[in-house]
């Protein structure tokens, strides 16, 4: 299945009202009969449980269709032999609609005076598991939307020996989530296209000695605003612009733009209210005489560049985000850029900081678990080249050239084309 849409078509299709069905619908349809099997088995789980309420859901709730429970409700989605099996206990007053959707093979109704837990726990007496996971024991948000209460309540419906059965989730999500299909693969191109787009844009009309970075940020917001698309994380820290020292994840301030910066737009969008993009995109702002960055400016700007080449290159099925990390820190070494706290990337998808392997701890004798997770097809990231130096000030200045690329059979792809020069800007 591919959905190819062009920008302007994109930016007509994305209203939160629009006409047309949302691909999500069916796009959930397949991740859960072609990727979620294979996850469970990677994850070497036998079986995986979710519990869905009405006001305050599992972080997945939409990922597998129970985002319109009202009394409680439980998934289940695992392997009889060698067939995989999806089913759902109801609520009956949401049973027929969850039946009509054909999200899951079975929906059986629960009656109002009944419970899903104890019918759910009942059925699991009856199969032969080693493992059951649920959505606990993690770091991973989401991966850990159980709370204690329904916790305490399932382990009394299924009894003491199938409680002692319950494992983390933790695994099968970044398996699951961080693999995009290829329809998700192109919606992303296509958002990413948009989000570089406005962001040149925006540019275009810096005024130095005049504009704020709020006012590139306000610029950004009201491209979102007519698109009908919507942030893809925090509103107030969304786009981060920021002309003068580093401010990490920040929000866009009244600081005016001046001859000499260096402006860092860190912005992401999100699309049918389910894909999100993260692009960075840097400008200079030339000085009265200048036609081009002085060396310095220069030379920060290629060993940037350099960077992301190097980590970039890194990424082939197999890899590990050490490596990508490693390869991306090595570099930062060789051109003698100040050390940074960030990683060199992250999994993006449905959140900007999504679940699956991080491109973290590249020079760390011990690093966590999520660093030494495999590269494998169809996974998306975003992901940074970067170099950083002491500005005039002694505060520190970053260039973290930041883009979007999925993993295919051979390497990495860039979603967009990466930028490749500084976007110049006038004073005169």
Not at 97 to 115: F, G, K, M, Y
């Amino acid at each position: 299945m591919r959905i190819l849409l062009s920008i302007c078509l994109l930016a007509t299709l994305m209203l939160s009202n629009q006409a047309l069905a949302n691909p999500w619908i069916e796009i959930r349809k397949e991740r859960i009969n072609t990727l979620l099997p294979d996850a469970i088995k990677t994850a070497g789980v036998d079986a995986w449980l979710v519990i869905c309420r009405e006001n305050a859901n599992d972080p997945l709730a939409k990922h597998i269709g129970c985002e319109n429970a009202g009394k409680t409700a439980v998934f289940l989605f695992y392997f009889d032999n060698d067939t995989f099996k999806t089913l759902a206990f109801s609520p009956i007053g949401e049973a027929t609609a969850l039946a009509d959707n054909n999200v899951v093979q079975t929906v059986i109704p629960v009656a109002r005076d009944a419970s899903a837990m104890q019918m759910a726990g009942a059925y699991l007496k009856d199969k032969t598991l080693n493992t059951l996971a649920i959505n606990s024991f993690s770091d991973n948000p989401q991966a850990d939307g159980l709370s204690h209460s329904q916790y305490l309540s399932l382990t009394k419906s299924l009894g003491p020996e199938l409680s002692e059965k319950l494992v983390s989730s933790e695994r099968l999500v970044y398996e699951w989530l961080a693999r995009k299909l290829p329809a998700e693969i192109e919606i992303m191109r296509e958002a990413a296209a948009l989000t570089a787009k406005w962001q040149l844009e925006a540019y275009a009309q810096v005024v130095p000695g005049k504009t704020t970075d709020a006012d590139v940020a306000a610029f950004l917001k009201q491209k979102m605003k007519e698109a009908g698309v919507t942030d893809a994380w925090a509103p107030d820290q969304n786009p981060n612009v920021v002309s003068g020292t580093d401010r990490g994840h920040s929000h866009a301030t009244n600081r005016v733009i001046q001859p000499g910066d260096v402006i860092q737009t860190d912005f992401g969008i999100r699309v049918y209210d389910k894909w999100v993009t993260d692009i960075q995109r840097f400008a200079y702002v030339l000085k009265p005489g200048e036609t081009k960055p002085p060396a310095d400016i220069a030379y920060y700007w290629e060993s940037a560049k350099q960077g992301r080449d190097a980590a970039f290159d890194a990424m082939k099925p197999g890899a590990t985000g050490q490596s990508v990390d490693a390869a991306q820190r090595k570099v930062m070494q060789a051109t003698n850029s100040r050390p940074v706290m960030w990683s060199t990337g992250h999994p993006v998808g449905y959140v900007a900081h999504d679940s699956g392997p991080a491109f973290s701890d590249g020079l760390s004798d011990a690093p966590r678990e999520t660093a030494l997770l495999p590269l494998k097809p169809g996974m998306t990231f975003a992901f940074d080249g970067f170099h950083s130096w002491l500005l005039e000030t002694g505060e520190p200045k970053t260039i973290s050239v930041e883009e979007m690329v999925v993993i295919t059979e051979t390497g990495a792809e860039y979603l967009v084309p990466p930028q490749i020069d500084l976007v110049l800007i006038s004073s005169e």
